[in-house]
């Protein structure tokens, strides 16, 4: 129960610092020993000045691992679950949008980007991800195994 709240106040408290505009969640669901864990009711609210008043919300998204596989090398990732995402894409002028400003908003690296090939980090592994789906508008894109991707509509505003 407390791992349920943090992880909500987590998502909330780093999202909003992190992205400089309100996040909230509705649920967050935690299984640590079971490898799982689920996010339910995410909202990305859209930054002061744009029309719509959110940039993103996500009915649920759920990821689920092979617990042990987090003592190998590579890190078994069993399922990753996208459901009923909208996006809202909004132009402000000739140049701006509300993806770019909130893109614009995170914090920027000092160290230069890591080219080399070699990593010191676990390596994931997913089944199906060598296989890349692109749905086309209001259609849903499914992996043939467990990685499922439902429901993404994308919105588009221009001001008038």
Do not use: C, W
């Not at 709240?5 to 079971?34: C, F, H, R, W, Y």
């Not at 078994?76 to 908003?105: P, R, V």
């Not at 890349?132 to 467990?146: C, I, M, V, Y």
């Amino acid at each position: 129960m407390f791992g349920n709240k943090a992880l909500k106040m987590g998502v909330e408290t780093g999202g909003t610092a992190a992205l400089k505009v309100p996040v909230s969640l509705q649920d967050a669901n935690l299984s640590i020993l079971g490898g799982k864990v689920e996010l339910s009711g995410l909202n990305i609210k859209n930054p002061e000045g744009y029309q719509h008043p959110d940039f993103m919300s996500m009915g649920k998204a759920a990821v689920a691992l092979n617990i042990k596989s987090l003592l190998s090398e590579t890190i078994e990732i069993q399922k990753i679950q996208l459901d009923d995402i909208q996006l809202t894409l909004e132009q402000k002028g000739l140049s701006e949008n509300n993806l770019q400003a909130i893109l614009n908003n995170l914090p920027k690296s000092d160290k230069p980007a890591d080219t080399s090939t070699e990593s010191s980090g676990k390596k994931i592994s997913h089944p199906g991800a060598d296989h890349q789906r692109r749905p086309g508008q209001g259609q849903t894109a499914t992996d043939s195994r467990q990685g499922r991707y439902r429901d993404f509509k994308s919105q588009s505003h221009r001001p008038e």
